[in-house]
């Protein structure tokens, strides 16, 4: 009895050491990350809103110093704007294959006000306090002996995705620390106007498609599944925005004058949009979800990925979701219909008692790989004039305004296409074997992300599938004040990449 006793104490003791400590390659991957950290402080530090193309050129300018001293050749693409830079890094066998990897530094624009900091481009360690909120704490402790993998980075593009970029050079660091090299050809395309829709990108693509012929393509972009377990994403939803302006009286009325009498457009604009959803959320336009069919094998993947849609309604403070589909990966496979903002009049403390002289709706439409978003802006223009609008692309003329009773000024932009690869493709299998090597297990695999990024063009025009590698924490903020990065997720975002970069592609 006391040899059976001591041998069980043996195997917890063993079980206990092999759960709970550290793994010695995850003790390596803290230390580059610590050693890293100067060097994302400093990228963070510069300003990148994608608007101001000032701000953009000493980006372009460190990325091209920080790839040149990793041994990348790199080359400026000129477009009208800013050119996107391409970095390159071959390999001894001429014949091997070449994967094209895209990275994002550009972000959004900041409002200062909004920032529970004084910058938003310095970046700031902070940990949670007991009331849930962020208390700064010394960025020093980020190279102290204890490492929490719950503190979080604070600063514009910490996660989208600055972060990644500096992920990657560092695992390219230990690469070279370690004497490896991956066994293909690198080429990184790093793109400085992803938050303005990379609107020069098509045309590059199809200017430079020698320089950037590849085999596959990879990103490193996005927030990983809400667990924060490793994943792989397979395709993306498209984007096209439509914005919509009713018009009323020619100024703003008195509404005490014309009220029940002159007719408010911020009024008939919510009853329009009204028209185009039930209350369950789902397009009532007909022909909307046309050409979508979810066959049993494809809701086995989508159900095959761990959501608790309890949880996650109640981390994004609502009852329930919309009943567009059956749950929340369901519902990702379907077009969308978002209105993104609307503004008519004034309010707050500027609110006064008239009827506006417009209202206006901007929309977004994220797009499937079943959907034509030629049709469907289409379809939802025909909706409008079937509720009696006239629509144009311009402004009403008087005679126009005396004659129509509705009136709706209506313009729209498609911005880029859905992707979708098979999960049992070449770039899917070699993927998930270099994250079952980072981590011991599966990556969980997402068929479509909500999200949309503008990378349709090397699908569609180099001929090439994509995968997108996500490794940044989802309730990051992106585009919103108070960006982060999860410590832990960075740490694992560079065993993630250095993992896949070490994977040998036959």
């Not at 206006?360 to 079943?370: H, S």
Request: glycine share 6%; with cysteine.
């Amino acid at each position: 009895m006391k040899f059976k006793f001591l041998l069980l104490n043996f195997y917890i003791l063993i079980f206990s050491t092999t759960i709970f400590s550290q793994l010695p390659d995850d003790i390596i991957f803290e230390k580059y990350a610590k050693a890293s950290f100067p060097q994302l402080k400093e990228l963070l530090s510069m300003p990148n809103d994608a608007n101001n193309p000032d701000e953009l050129e000493p980006n372009i300018k460190w990325s091209e110093k920080h790839f040149e001293k990793r041994g990348f050749t790199t080359s400026r693409l000129e477009t009208e704007t800013v050119p996107l830079l391409l970095a390159e890094k071959k390999c001894r066998n001429k014949n091997a294959k070449t994967v094209l990897i895209y990275l994002q530094v550009d972000g959004q624009p900041v409002d200062p006000n909004h920032w529970f900091q004084k910058n938003p481009y310095e970046a700031t360690l902070k940990e949670i306090d007991p009331e849930g909120g962020w208390k700064t704490i010394a960025w020093s402790s980020l190279f102290g002996k204890r490492m929490n993998r719950d503190w979080r980075i604070f600063a514009r593009s910490t996660s989208d995705a600055k972060g990644p970029v500096n992920m990657f050079l560092t695992a390219v660091d230990m690469m070279m620390d370690k004497n490896e090299s991956p066994n293909f050809h690198m080429k990184v395309i790093l793109d400085f106007e992803e938050e303005l829709g990379s609107p020069q990108l098509p045309n590059a693509v199809t200017k430079y498609k020698k320089q950037l012929a590849s085999d596959m393509f990879i990103i490193f972009d996005g927030p990983m599944h809400i667990t924060n377990q490793p994943t792989l994403t397979f395709g993306a939803r498209g984007i096209s925005t439509i914005t919509l302006k009713i018009f009323g009286p020619v100024f703003p009325q008195h509404s005490g004058h014309y009220g029940n009498w002159v007719p408010n457009p911020a009024v008939r604009l919510s009853q329009l949009i009204s028209s185009m959803k039930d209350e369950g959320g789902r397009v009532t336009i007909p022909g909307y979800y046309d050409g979508i069919t979810i066959s049993e094998k494809v809701k086995g993947i989508l159900k095959s990925i761990p959501d608790d849609e309890a949880y996650l309604n109640a981390k994004i403070g609502i009852a329930s979701g919309d009943k567009v589909a059956q749950t929340y990966q369901e519902s990702l496979q379907y077009p969308s219909l978002n209105v993104r903002g609307m503004s008519s009049g004034w309010v707050g403390s500027e609110k006064r008692t008239i009827i506006p002289s417009s209202a206006v709706a901007e929309i977004d439409v994220r797009l499937v790989l079943e959907s034509d978003p030629d049709r469907l802006i289409k379809l939802i223009r025909e909706h409008i004039v079937s509720q009696g609008y006239l629509v144009l692309d311009r402004k009403p003329t008087s005679q126009e305004r005396a004659k129509h009773p509705r009136i709706c000024q209506f313009s729209f932009q498609n911005s880029y296409l859905a992707f979708r690869t098979d999960f049992d493709s070449e770039v899917g299998q070699w993927l998930n074997k270099g994250m079952i090597k980072a981590f011991g297990k599966s990556p969980i695999r997402i068929r479509t992300a909500g999200g949309s990024i503008p990378i349709s063009p090397f699908v569609n025009q180099l001929g090439v599938p994509a995968v997108s590698v996500p490794t940044v924490n989802r309730d990051n903020n992106q585009h919103s004040p108070n960006e982060n990065i999860r410590v832990g997720n960075y740490v694992d975002g560079i065993k993630t990449m250095y993992s896949i970069l070490t994977e040998r592609l036959d």
